[in-house]
């Protein structure tokens, strides 16, 4: 399979040092997908996780290579620190192996639209001013994706084909609290960025991917990789689109296939 060039790339959300974390998957867009600038959006490393169990196997330290490998060969890579891993956000500006650290950044497209760079936790409620009921709702949500996690084994070990789907997603669309706060999110960080000079924002945190135009101002999230494999590309022209990443399980040569969301491609 051809590697796909793209202007640049958006991840977030990878919680390396966890269990959730779909690190054959990530190494998959990795390894097909080269961009001259990618952006680490926030909650890389799981340290919420790894202070409570030390968890590091060797996919996620090839993922930490990889991505150094790729600074190494001139891809810009932009590092914004999310919550999980908000120690870092002390480096701002710093540069460790080619990659660049900063709590949040604008970036221009080639159609010259300005969208800030953040994780997003800063605009959650519950995360800034709560922070031990944001450590519940991480640690309810990390056992349904434990859920899936042995869903997945189980699937695999019987032959049973892989199946797109994920409790944690059917909670977040079911629930009608999360629905809401999911809701409230998107529109507390839009507002508050209306009047900044930007077209729109780039973010994760929330793990729900979406390219959304609210009143005029876009709204993106870049999802995770942990339960939606999902990423952000902007293509050669300015256009933002959506991909999800699937891992093939039924080719010889276990390929990926990309496969762009539905109504998911923003055109400036």
């Known amino acids: 399979m051809k590697n ?15 269990t959730q974390c779909q690190a054959d998957i990530l190494l998959d867009f990795l390894k097909f997908n080269d961009s001259e600038k990618l952006y680490l959006v926030g909650d890389i490393i799981d340290f919420w996780a790894l202070s409570k169990k030390m968890y590091w196997p060797r996919d996620h330290n090839t993922v930490i290579q ?3 490998r790729k600074a190494r060969h001139g891809t810009q890579i932009i590092y914004v620190p999310g919550n999980h891993d908000d120690n870092v956000r002390e480096y701002d500006n710093h540069v460790f192996g080619d990659i660049t650290v900063k709590t949040s950044d604008v970036h221009t497209t080639a159609a010259g639209k300005k969208f800030l760079v953040v994780h997003g936790d800063e605009y959650d409620a519950i995360a800034r001013h709560h922070e031990w009921v944001a450590r519940l709702g991480s640690k309810s949500y990390d056992i349904l994706l434990e859920i899936n996690r042995y869903l997945r084994l189980l699937r695999r070990v019987f032959g049973i084909p892989q199946s797109q789907f994920s409790l944690a997603a059917y909670v977040k669309y079911k629930v009608k609290n999360i ?3 999911i809701s409230d999110y998107e529109e507390n960080i839009v507002n508050t960025l209306r009047d900044d000079g930007l077209d729109g924002v780039i973010c994760g ?8 135009d609210i009143g ?10 942990v339960e939606s494999c999902t990423a952000i590309v902007e293509h050669t022209n300015g256009a933002l689109e959506l991909v999800k990443w699937l891992k093939s399980e039924t080719t010889v040569h276990d390929e990926p296939q990309e496969e762009a969301l539905e109504n998911a491609v923003y055109h400036s």
Do not use: C, M, P
Request: hydrophobic share 45%; aromatic share 16%; glycine share 8%.
């Open 4 to 18: 796909t060039a793209y202007r640049t790339i958006w991840i977030s959300d990878l919680h390396l040092g966890s």
């Open 216 to 225: 005029g101002f876009l709204y993106v999230n870049t999802g995770d990789f």
């Open 179 to 181: 629905v809401q706060f």
């Open 205 to 212: 945190h929330i793990h729900h991917a979406e390219i959304k």
């Open 66 to 68: 990889k991505l150094l």
